[in-house]
């Protein structure tokens, strides 16, 4: 058995035929140091290990963008699938929730948009709610 502790495995217990088991998937060129071994008994161990910085590492990680939020509004849904390829998102004229603002959060993310607008009603601007 392994134990590796690391920070560029990969979720894919969603994908996994053992629904009690969480799975991850660690890409290739991943450098490994053991920091321990366990006896487990009936010859058994536990390999304990941990993920290393390659001073020249043999592949570049691709970006991770985190999955989306569960939480749905169809009209903030409508006017971020309008503006995918631009480089600006106008939230103005809405009532956004928090939840919402996480959807805005992951799409910036995931589309690589960086330039949002909300046009805060002028109570915000000073900061008050």
Request: charged fraction near 15%; include cysteine.
């Amino acid at each position: 058995m392994f134990t590796i502790q690391c920070d560029s495995a990969i979720d894919i217990s969603n994908y996994s035929a053992y629904e009690n088991e969480r799975e991850f998937l660690l890409l290739p060129g991943r450098q490994l140091q053991v920091i321990g071994c366990l006896p487990m008994g009936n010859g058994v161990h536990m390999i304990q290990l941990t993920e290393t910085k390659p001073t020249h590492p043999l592949i570049t990680l691709p970006p991770i963008v985190p999955s989306p939020p569960t939480h749905r509004n169809d009209a903030l849904k409508a006017r971020l699938q309008a503006t995918v390829g631009q480089t600006e998102l106008d939230l103005s004229g809405g009532n956004w929730s928090a939840d919402d603002m996480q959807l805005v959060a992951y799409y910036a993310i995931a589309q690589h948009q960086v330039s949002i607008h909300p046009q805060l009603g002028e109570s915000n601007r000073n900061g008050d709610s």
